[in-house]
């Protein structure tokens, strides 16, 4: 057997080492994607004050399709919900989410989340709209009948 020089065990390291980090990227994609379903990695809650221009800012940069993701994911709204108050926003008017459900006032909302079984939403919209801790609003959702 020849004896291997610098530039062949290279030939023969490199691809290898490659090889092994694309397998620790796509395994740590993965978690993160898995980790993301199960909630863990939800998003942050938001005030309403922070939401509504962050999505302003959105539909400034013509992204009004993000702005519904955000909107949507911050207040646990429907997709009919969160388009109108994005468009008010974008019209100028201040969103209402209240005029888009039959109860307007946050109880009303996490009852008809809970309802459709949506409680993990129902918890992040009393998050973004008080400022509770999760474990609070955990608590006030449960509370609601």
């Known amino acids: 057997m020849p004896n291997i020089g ?3 065990l290279l030939i023969f390291v490199v691809p290898i080492l490659l090889i092994i980090g694309v397998a620790l990227l796509v395994r740590r994609a993965g978690r993160s994607r898995a980790l993301a379903r199960s909630g863990v990695l939800a998003p942050r ?9 962050q999505a302003h800012a959105l539909i400034a940069q ?29 019209a100028g008017r201040m ?16 009852r008809e989340l809970k309802a459709s079984g949506r409680a993990e939403q129902a ?9 509770m801790a999760e474990a609070e ?9």
């Open 6 to 8: 610098p530039t062949e």
């Open 45 to 53: 809650p938001m005030s309403a004050a922070d939401l509504q221009s």
């Open 62 to 90: 013509g992204k009004q399709i993000s702005a519904i993701k955000l909107v949507r994911e911050q207040t646990g709204l429907g997709l009919a919900e969160a388009k109108r108050y994005v468009d008010d926003l974008a």
């Open 95 to 110: 969103p209402m989410a209240s005029r888009t459900t039959p109860h307007g006032d946050l109880a009303g909302r996490v």
């Open 123 to 131: 918890v992040l919209l009393v998050r973004g709209e008080t400022g």
């Open 137 to 145: 609003a955990r608590s006030f959702v449960q509370a609601i009948n």
